[in-house]
């Protein structure tokens, strides 16, 4: 692993001799003693010397920033911005017309099966929408937008802008004194803020399940902004493994991991994110991809659920490990997804999926490591408390 590489004289993203790409936090990651390691193509850190752990701790107890750069970012514009609006509802199962400017929305990609292709959050900034997509997916999804929307819609990637996320509850007072009336945003607000001397695209949201806030920033303020946030007594620099802890003890899913092409909003237990309007006897019922199979499987049950796992004693049940519904003998019911130890519960926790049937809380599995089968139970997500401003 690389430990030091020279400034670079513009910080536009860029590749390395291994051909991962940088985002324009490299360096300041790299300065400060970040452990980098290939993720979704990037160079990224996944840990500081103050380490996974205490990382993950300090984000639940006070702050921690984050560079997310590597995911993608989208603006669909349209003359008329409610066609905008009305052309990706055709691709998503979610309410996009019904949302309101200056708000936020999760929803998923889905392909003719009902399978998800990638989750992903809209936003409403009035004469536009703003969709943030995950890393590995984002060519992919740009490509499937651009083929539905367009000519009517320009589908537009944001290159030149960094992406960061400030997690943890004490991430409003350190956005307040950059710009006091950050206080009034909720959860999943949505405004145009000028921090650190820049105009910043900010919403109150995050994948940790902390309070935050995600902010796209100009890529040549972004490394002030992020010295500026750091310089915080309550602020850390938090890498990739912490948050993927955090997020797991949040009880949420990792896309190819925990959802795939393969796995459907009702058996990822996502259904939430599908509001009545386009539900089964909604006004807009319908007319995403795999809507008839999704409506299936709402009126009829899924063969497997996506359920939290609390495998007894210390050791982790990590992904990959199956699951049984005996000590003994028997078919796999089941798998794990996601899985390691969780420091805020203090204990190891998963996630995965397992047969209908035995997706009730309290029900005893049995998770095989190693060649021995180990007492698991299902767990009510998620498995900390969240922490949003709602």
């Known amino acids: 692993m ?21 985002t324009p936090l490299y360096d300041l990651h790299v300065s400060l003693g970040a452990k980098m390691v290939p993720f979704a193509g990037y160079d990224m850190p ?12 300090h984000t639940r107890a006070k702050a921690g920033l984050f560079d997310v750069s590597h995911m993608g970012q989208v603006v669909l514009r349209a003359k008329d911005p409610e066609a905008a609006k009305r052309a990706l509802e055709a ?8 949302l309101g400017e200056g708000r936020q929305r999760y929803a998923f990609f889905t392909n003719d099966h009902g399978g998800i292709e990638d989750d992903l959050m809209i936003a409403n900034r009035g004469d536009h929408l703003f969709v943030v997509v995950n890393a590995a997916c ?30 943890g509850p004490a991430a409003e007072a350190v956005l307040a004194e950059h710009y006091p009336n950050i206080t009034n945003m909720k959860f999943m607000d949505v405004e145009t803020l000028p921090l650190g001397g820049a105009e910043c695209w900010v919403s109150r949201s995050g994948y940790t399940g902390e309070d935050g806030f995600e902010i796209s920033v100009p890529e040549a303020a972004a490394v002030d902004l992020a010295k500026a946030l750091l310089a915080h007594e309550d602020v850390e620099p938090i890498g990739l493994g912490a948050r993927d802890s955090l997020r797991l003890e949040a ?25 009545k309007v386009r539900r089964p006897g909604g006004d807009r019922a319908g007319g995403f991809p795999g809507a008839d199979e999704i409506f299936s499987e709402l009126a009829e049950s899924c063969a497997q659920k996506r359920v939290g796992l609390r495998p007894d004693g210390r050791a982790p049940m990590r992904e990959g490990v199956e699951i049984f519904a005996s000590e003994e003998g028997g078919e796999a019911v089941g798998r794990v997804t996601s899985g390691g130890f969780g420091p805020t519960v203090g204990g190891p926790v998963a ?14 599995l049995y ?24």
């Not at 500081?48 to 701790?57: A, S, W």
């Not at 740009?142 to 290159?159: H, N, S, Y």
């Not at 996630?351 to 005893?364: C, F, K, N």
């Open 138 to 167: 984002k060519a992919a999804d740009i490509a499937r937008m651009r083929a539905a929307l367009e000519p009517e819609v320009t589908v537009k990637e944001i290159t030149t802008r960094a992406l960061l996320a400030l997690q």
């Open 251 to 275: 009880g949420l899913c990792l896309y190819g991991h925990d959802i795939d092409s393969s796995t459907t909003p009702v058996s990822a237990q996502l259904t939430w994110a599908m509001q």
């Open 351 to 364: 996630m995965g999926y397992v047969s209908s049937a035995l997706a009730t809380e309290g029900t005893q």
């Open 46 to 57: 996944v840990q500081y010397p103050l380490g996974v752990l205490k990382e993950h701790q």
């Open 2 to 22: 690389r430990t030091h590489r020279p400034e670079r004289e513009n910080w536009d993203v860029s590749e390395d001799d291994d051909g991962l790409k940088h």
């Open 367 to 390: 998770g095989e490591v190693r060649g021995k089968r180990l007492l698991v139970t299902v767990a009510k997500l998620p498995f900390v408390p969240q922490g949003f401003k709602r």
């Open 91 to 98: 691709l998503v199962p979610v309410d996009v017309l019904g």
